[in-house]
């Protein structure tokens, strides 16, 4: 995953084609405090998301136009939004062949119109916030992949020992291999 894949303060897209719906929507989701955009077509949420800034999509599955699912087969395929978590929306009723190929594409879920509020925003948090996390420990990992890179490209800097590694006996001045434990007896 790229490591300008989602910034922390990444929007919650809303996606469908009726102004009432996005209404709803948003109004379901305003109390999780996350920001939010909103598209009325599969061309303006492609759009959006390619922009970047997205951490989560809720998308319509049927549009006029680029429908739901053609949104998401173009986001599995591009580098930049294939881990971007979606969730479909419909309200045509459960559709088991909906249901497999929005499954086979990666879909995080599949709800049902019309939605409850309270569902809704368990899911959108749990699935926003899992998804911040794994693009932040992405970009630690990546952070410290570059550091052992630029330490294995420059041995000549010494390692610093782990804090819990012993540190070495210590000899006293002037003292030769083995006069230091003839030293240490001596005092006890």
């Known amino acids: 995953m790229p490591s300008d894949a989602a910034p922390p303060d990444a929007a919650i897209l809303?996606?469908?084609?009726?102004?009432?719906?996005?209404?709803?929507?948003?109004?379901?989701?305003?109390?999780?405090?996350?920001?939010l955009a909103r598209a009325t077509s599969g061309d303006q949420a492609l759009k959006q998301v390619l922009r970047g800034g997205i951490g989560l999509l809720l998308l319509d599955v049927r549009m006029p136009g680029v429908d739901g699912l053609d949104v998401v087969r173009y986001m599995r395929r591009v580098e930049q939004t294939q881990h971007i978590p979606v969730v479909l929306l419909t309200g045509f009723g459960f559709d088991?062949?909906?249901s497999a190929t929005a499954f086979?594409?990666?879909?995080?879920?599949?709800?049902?119109k019309p939605v409850d509020p309270w569902t809704l925003r368990t899911k959108v948090r749990h699935l926003y916030d899992s998804h911040r996390r794994e693009?932040?420990?992405?970009?630690?990992?990546?952070?410290?992949?570059?550091?052992?890179?630029?330490?294995?490209?420059?041995?000549?800097?010494?390692?610093?020992?782990?804090?819990?590694?012993?540190?070495?006996?210590?000899?006293?001045?002037?003292?030769?291999?083995?006069?230091?434990?003839?030293?240490?007896?001596?005092?006890t």
Not at 16 to 34: M, N, V
Not at 104 to 112: E, H, N, S, T
Not at 143 to 172: F, G, K, M, Y
């Open 96 to 98: 088991p062949d909906l």
């Open 14 to 35: 809303i996606v469908d084609d009726h102004e009432d719906t996005l209404y709803a929507l948003e109004s379901a989701l305003a109390p999780l405090g996350y920001r």
């Open 135 to 187: 693009v932040a420990l992405q970009r630690e990992v990546a952070d410290l992949r570059a550091r052992v890179r630029e330490h294995s490209e420059n041995p000549a800097r010494p390692a610093r020992p782990h804090p819990d590694t012993p540190a070495p006996p210590v000899r006293h001045r002037g003292a030769r291999a083995g006069e230091c434990d003839s030293l240490q007896r001596d005092r």
């Open 104 to 112: 086979r594409l990666g879909v995080a879920d599949l709800v049902l």
